[in-house]
């Protein structure tokens, strides 16, 4: 955790920042750039909110009080740029964000950055059915393998309604599998 702490300071340090910025950059890009494509689901919309993500991060990395791993928080700022996003494009087009994820699904097979089958765009219909939260879980759980623990800080929630969240999900997940 001291380690964590010292680079902290380097972020905040104007004369290390940029250098600490960089190392920053270079560990938490590609897995913060995974959870929000999960969430997103567009290459080029996760990058737009990926670059939001960062920013804020700079910004407000001075109010950052620790009380939880630098991970974790830059994980609910991504988290809540994601879904900012998403209800902001939504707004834009006049359908409701659900519409637009299953637009974005259709258009998935010509996404170049996208190298799923019928079956990953399937599991992403199913997943879209879950309540907001319940497809943030089993994002984050399933195609992330975060722990419990991890998760529980993103959300701010407990580890056992993570868990009870988590296996409402799947159970819903393998019905609209089956159902289809």
């Known amino acids: 955790m001291q380690e964590?702490?010292?680079?902290?300071?380097?972020?905040?340090?104007?004369?290390?920042?940029?250098?600490?910025?960089?190392?920053?950059?270079?560990?938490?890009?590609?897995?913060l750039y995974n959870h929000i494509r999960n969430i997103v689901l567009n290459h080029d919309d996760a990058d737009d909110v990926l670059q939001n993500t960062f920013i804020k991060v700079f910004q407000y990395l001075n109010?950052?009080?620790?009380?939880?791993?630098?991970?974790?928080?830059?994980?609910?700022?991504?988290?809540?740029?994601?879904?900012?996003?998403?209800?902001?494009?939504?707004?834009?087009s006049g359908i409701s964000s659900e519409a637009i994820q299953y637009k974005t699904i259709d258009n998935l097979k010509s996404d170049i950055y996208y190298d799923g089958d019928e079956i990953q765009i399937k599991l992403q219909k199913a997943v879209l059915s879950l309540p907001e939260k319940q497809q943030l879980i089993f994002r984050m759980k399933y195609f992330q393998e975060l722990k419990y623990e991890e998760i529980s800080e993103i959300l701010g929630?407990?580890?056992g309604g993570l868990k009870a969240s988590y296996f409402h999900a799947v159970k819903k997940i393998q019905a609209f599998v089956v159902k289809d």
């Open 4 to 31: 964590e702490k010292d680079f902290i300071l380097e972020l905040l340090n104007p004369k290390t920042q940029n250098f600490a910025f960089q190392k920053l950059l270079q560990q938490y890009q590609k897995p």
């Open 63 to 92: 109010k950052f009080k620790g009380e939880s791993k630098l991970f974790s928080w830059m994980y609910s700022i991504a988290t809540n740029e994601a879904l900012t996003f998403l209800k902001q494009k939504a707004k834009k």
């Open 157 to 159: 929630t407990t580890v």
